[in-house]
């Protein structure tokens, strides 16, 4: 089993930047696929990104694109907008094989962790 803590949100002005963490414990030699995702009030669970955990190949929603930035460790968030605000929730997936925007398809997930960006 694997275990996920997130960590680093907070309260920023638009325009800010945040650093996110993930840690994960257990038995982390069976993760795959590491991804992020953020839920609005009122709104659907969102994909944020992703990364392949051994080959570390990346994965980003176009509304973040060119902003957020994605590690096996951490998500640096970077000029950030009120759309952005959200609880951010890290997974991780033990299949070899995913889709990698489809929280159906990650079977552990962290607690999330508030971000809030004021316009």
């Known amino acids: 089993q694997v275990q996920l803590v997130e960590s680093g949100g907070g309260l920023v002005q638009a325009g800010g930047s945040l650093r996110l963490s993930c840690a994960a414990s257990?038995?982390?030699?069976?993760?795959?696929?590491m991804g992020w995702f953020r839920q609005a009030p009122g709104k659907e669970r969102e994909f944020v990104t992703a990364i392949n955990w051994s080959g570390g190949r990346t994965y980003y929603a176009d509304s973040v694109k060119g902003r957020f930035t994605i590690s096996r460790n951490t998500l640096q968030m970077n000029s950030l907008k009120p759309e952005d605000t959200a609880v951010y929730y890290c997974?991780?997936?033990?299949?070899?094989?995913?889709?990698?925007?489809?929280?159906?398809?990650?079977?552990?997930w962290g607690q999330g962790t508030q971000v809030t960006v004021s316009s």
């Open positions: 997974a991780a997936s033990d299949q070899t094989w995913v889709v990698p925007d489809n929280p159906r398809h990650y079977a552990y």
């Open positions: 257990g038995r982390t030699f069976n993760i795959y696929y």
